[in-house]
């Protein structure tokens, strides 16, 4: 483990200056991912520039009647405001869903979102990885891959990104605001991350050395009834092998509006735009949302031994789904 | 301050009452130190660089430039460490793995393996120095893929012999109106004990010190003293506290590297492996494909049993995980094969863990039987109770005590079984399809010989010292119980101390002989001690010691087929739309002899059981074929039960008594584990109407499982 710096930022533009000043400085948020990251090499940054102790830690109303959420509120603090748990349900349940309760009084929302896969040919410097080495393969195409992407790969990777929470933004259309040392800027989440192609290792529309301050929820009417449902390999402590962020709003049986996002099939949480539109404004019954499913998930390219994914979404949309419309109809 | 003897309080019955760990206050307080916490001066921290390739030669090791690296003090590899022997036969009676003589050629048989050992000023600098290490090879092709048709299979023999026959199985199963013909598969599997292996070795005046986490000092120390061709009494091993060990825990390439380094400085060095080491580095247990076919006449009666059983194993080490074995114990038939294969690969050596053989057998037979009873439209418990052999279906001596049959009476009373509606896939609650399940299990009872020393202290306390090792499993609190007893005294009296090999060649912590064997040990030299206290002698300031040694009374044992025996039953809920199994309850019934203390026994069986629920759904290591190498060797990447996927469990034991025993004690470090994956599989058969015949029973095998068609099964 190469010997690091350690520096306390006192201030938001404080820190985005120290990292501006050193390209191999990082920002230390909670410390869940990078630090393990840096205890296999696959990170070696030069100077952490702690993050933590800024005054970005408040969940605050906006002015358009959604929610502003500072980057450094702990994954705890986010899944136990009174707020989110009445507006967004799905949030707070992503969050839970994700980690211990450890991890999560340390981990924090900006780290959350740009934390990395967890492909094991990615934290294994003793393997070949286009994520982490460009250039040098992606072994996961021919290799162990039951659980990686079925939406939005390439040959140059096939990694899913790991976040509970990022899924459940995603269907809420979340931005994410940054600061750079000459401006603010803006990111919907649909274009925070990008795609695959054929540079894996470029995850993030970030500029080069930007403080994620905060995420903005829109208002989001039809997120009062939401839910997040996570398939693992184990009950508690594992990352999901296909997750579902839904919101289901239904009058006189029928879909008025919806929410729907994937985890664990892509490079990024999975707005799955087709499936809505097949969605709203059809009949909120078990026939709509298999054919939901299956619009959005025709898409799919499985690898040999990850097909069972795109059923077990499906499965997973139906089910959500259902019980979603059931808690309408009571 | 001297003592009479006369005036001794007559105490018995420690046994078998509950008691807390009499160490327990120094490990939640921090005071107990583990092998990789005891502070030296003038220490030095040596860290292991692993090859990246599987097989191949080290064309070259750039050592110049990391000895210039901050710290460093030296790098040691196949060019320049001491030399070692591993032309010997160890305390267990069988040769070293070499892979733990690390450095002497330039071969590297599989990835993972150890090429060189940076030993700098912090463990930091020969981290980071170990891993700026440039090391090139001459690679060549590597075979890693453990495959049922392996030309390279042979059989072998391992702890028992290879294969056993009689009778004609193609006539007993073509003359059987029911017969199972089936394959079953279990992944490797590693140990992930919580306490990496650390070890610190230095040299005080001509004598070897090693303070090491281990199951056995002695074993340790012997190994070590023929490996670097020393007499035993220069070498000395101490293994005080052990935060678990599971059968992983014997000499591996870390107390050597560490020997090696100390000879070279001449100042303590201290070698600890990391998590992902161990996945390399520590053993494992190998992956197994099995088959096993049964023929059984109209009422369930067995007329064939086949169980041939295949393992992989390093191309410089032959270790058997014989399979096979659990059937010579369990299941007799006219005509009845076992055999136990292995097949070299390019691969770390595979070893003990917890339940060798009968942990991955139990599951393949276990579940052949299940299938069985489904087959003659018999009740699971029933089809075992009209097998129950009369004598050791092999070997043909009778049973020290077999009391599976009440396990099974109690369990079936207790879990509800009388209950079970016996069609599979007929319970819903909600999302969830509910199923039950049921195993046999059984584990050998065992002792290897053991001297222990027993000291009357002047106060009138006394000191037990004997190498045994606690590996977190209580030990050291059941011999206090049992020395208390032996004595008549109350435990409070007696101190026990343990992993030390100056006390004297004793049984590792191993093969659930562990406190069998000990106690043995401790209660010769109390009976010898009272025998001399009894003349009324005053105990001296030195107090009186006196030592037993069990060998002699161990060769004299009846030969007799000696076993703990058990059930397990299991209730599973299975979601098949996303595939997630969850066990909501179970229960093992035992017949485990003499229970010493019930706290801890309890303690011990109930983690065998979550183990066999890790063993039926999560864990598995997956070999990268490309590499070679381990993908996601971690515990993020390899997934053990947590709290969560554990629901009611408890285990008990039935009345479990020997005569001939002079212990009465049988073990039960193992025996939890066996049977209960398969009750897991057999659950989620009767919830699903699908066999599992592959371990671990994963979500993505769950959904892609055949749906079962009405009036039948399915397989997956």
């Not at chain 2, 069988?94 to 599989?110: C, M, S």
């Not at chain 2, 161990?278 to 067995?302: K, N």
Request: proline share 6%; hydrophobic share 40%; with cysteine.
């Amino acid at each position: 483990m190469r010997e690091f710096g350690y520096q306390r930022a006192g201030d938001v533009s404080g820190a985005v200056a120290l990292i501006a000043a050193d390209p191999d400085a990082r920002y230390l948020g909670g410390g869940t991912n990078l630090v393990d990251l840096m205890k296999a090499g696959v990170e070696r940054p030069a100077r952490l520039v702690d993050v933590r102790e800024l005054p970005l830690d408040g969940i605050e109303p906006t002015p358009e009647g959604g929610l502003r959420i500072g980057a450094t509120v702990t994954n705890s603090d986010l899944a136990a405001h009174p707020e989110v748990r009445r507006r967004y349900p799905a949030l707070t349940q992503a969050v839970l869903a994700g980690a211990s309760g450890q991890l999560r009084n340390m981990a924090t929302v900006g780290g959350n979102l740009l934390q990395r896969t967890r492909c094991g040919y990615f934290t294994d410097l003793s393997k070949p990885c286009n994520k982490r080495a460009p250039g040098s393969g992606c072994p996961a195409v021919t290799g162990e891959h039951h659980n990686h992407a079925i939406l939005g790969a390439t040959d140059h990777c096939v990694a899913v990104h790991p976040s509970d929470m990022g899924v459940a933004l995603a269907a809420l259309d979340a931005a994410v605001t940054y600061e750079t040392s000459d401006r603010q800027g803006k990111s919907p989440i649909a274009d925070f991350y990008l795609p695959v192609g054929d540079t894996p290792h470029r995850e993030t529309a970030l500029p080069p050395g930007a403080l994620i301050t905060g995420v903005v929820l829109p208002p989001a009417p039809v997120a009062a009834r939401s839910r997040y449902r996570k398939v693992r390999e184990r009950a508690s402590y594992a990352f999901a092998i296909a997750s579902v962020a839904a919101a289901l709003d239904v009058e006189d049986g029928v879909v008025r509006d919806a929410r729907l996002a994937f985890g664990a099939v892509a490079s990024r949480p999975w707005r799955a735009r087709a499936a809505e539109s097949v969605l709203i404004g059809a009949p909120a019954d078990g026939t709509t949302f298999g054919t939901a499913a299956d619009a959005e998930l025709a898409a799919a390219r499985p690898l040999p031994d990850n097909g069972y994914k795109v059923t077990l979404v499906r499965n997973l949309v139906v089910a959500v789904l259902t019980e979603l419309a059931e808690e309408a109809a009571r | 301050m001297t003592t009479a003897t006369t005036g001794r309080t007559e105490v018995k019955g420690a046994v078998g009452t509950a008691h807390t760990r009499v160490e327990g206050r120094d490990k939640v307080t921090g005071a107990a130190r583990y092998a990789g916490e005891v502070p030296f001066a003038d220490l030095a921290h040596g860290w292991l660089a692993l090859s990246t390739v599987a097989r191949g030669r080290v064309r070259s090791i750039d050592t110049d430039a990391v000895l210039g690296m901050p710290g460093v003090l030296a790098v040691l590899h196949h060019g320049n460490a001491p030399r070692v022997d591993t032309d010997y036969i160890g305390l267990l009676g069988i040769p070293p793995d070499p892979t733990a003589a690390v450095f002497q050629d330039d071969r590297v048989p599989h990835a993972g393996w150890p090429v060189a050992l940076v030993v700098a000023e912090t463990p930091e600098q020969a981290r980071e120095a170990a891993e700026a290490l440039v090391v090139t090879y001459d690679e060549e092709p590597h075979d890693t893929a453990l495959t049922s048709d392996h030309p390279g299979a042979y059989p072998a023999d391992g702890h028992m012999p290879a294969e056993t026959e009689k009778g004609d199985l193609a006539a007993g199963l073509a003359s059987s109106a029911f017969v199972v013909d089936e394959e079953y598969t279990t992944p490797e599997e590693h140990h992930s004990m919580m306490e990496p292996h650390a070890a610190t070795a230095l040299w005080d005046g001509g004598r070897l010190e090693v303070i090491d986490s281990n199951q056995g000092a002695t074993w340790v120390q012997t190994e070590l003293a023929k490996m670097f061709s020393l007499d035993e009494s220069a070498v000395r091993v101490r293994s005080e506290h052990i935060g678990g060990g599971f059968g992983s825990k014997g000499l591996r390439a870390h107390q050597v590297s560490a020997v090696m380094a100390a000879t070279v400085l001449h100042r303590p060095v201290r070698v600890v492996m990391t998590r992902r080491q161990m996945f390399s580095l520590a053993g494992y247990r190998s992956p197994t494909a099995q088959r096993v076919r049964l023929g059984a006449d109209g009422d369930g009666r067995l007329r064939a049993l086949e169980h041939r059983s295949l393992n992989q194993t390093s191309t410089v080490y032959e270790f058997v995980e014989p399979g096979a074995g659990v059937a010579r114990v369990m299941y007799d038939a006219d005509a009845h094969r076992t055999a136990n294969h292995v097949v070299r690969l390019d691969v770390p050596s595979p070893t003990f863990m917890r339940a060798p053989g009968e942990a991955p057998g139990s599951f393949a037979i276990e579940s052949a039987l299940d299938e069985l009873a489904e087959r003659c439209g018999l009740d699971p418990i029933e089809l075992r109770l009209r097998n129950e052999p009369e004598a050791g279906p092999v070997s043909g001596l009778p049973f020290s005590s077999r009391n599976l049959a009440a396990c099974f009476r109690e369990g079936a009373r207790r879990f509800g079984w009388a209950e079970r509606d016996p069609r599979p896939g007929m319970r819903r609650n909600g999302r969830w399809l509910l199923g039950t399940g049921t195993a046999a299990a059984s584990f050998g009872a065992g002792a290897g010989p053991s001297t222990a020393l027993l000291t009357a202290e002047a106060d009138g306390t006394f000191t037990v010292r004997i190498a045994a090792a606690d590996l977190g499993t209580g030990a050291r609190t059941a011999l206090t119980l049992v020395a208390a007893d032996a004595l008549e005294v109350t435990p409070e009296r007696v101190r026990v101390r343990i992993g030390d090999s100056d006390f004297g060649p004793a049984m590792i912590a191993g093969g659930s002989m562990g406190t069998r064997s000990w106690a043995w040990a401790i209660t010769e030299a109390a009976r010898d001690l009272r025998e001399r206290l009894a003349l009324g002698t005053t105990v001296p300031p030195e107090g009186i010691t006196v030592r037993s040694d069990t060998t002699a009374a161990l060769g004299a044992l009846a030969q007799k087929e000696r076993h703990s025996f058990g059930a397990q039953f299991a209730e599973v809920a299975v979601d098949t739309a996303t595939g997630e199994v969850r066990v909501r309850r179970m229960l093992g019934i035992f017949a485990a002899g003499r229970i010493v203390n019930p706290l801890t026994a309890r303690n011990q069986l109930v983690g065998g059981m979550i183990w066999g629920i890790s063993m039926a759904l999560h864990e598995e290591a997956v070999r990268d074929r490309s590499t070679g190498g381990l993908y996601a060797p971690d515990l993020a990447g390899y997934h053990v039960a947590t709290h969560a996927d554990v629901g009611d469990i408890d285990a008990d034991w039935v009345e479990d008594h020997d005569p001939d025993d002079p212990v009465g004690i049988k073990g039960v470090g193992e025996i939890g584990i066996v049977g209960a994956a398969a009750a897991v599989a057999n659950a989620v058969w009767h919830a699903t109407g699908v066999r599992h015949r592959s371990l671990p029973i994963r979500p993505d095998r769950v959904l892609s499982a055949t749906a079962p068609t009405a009036g039948g099964g399915a397989d997956a």
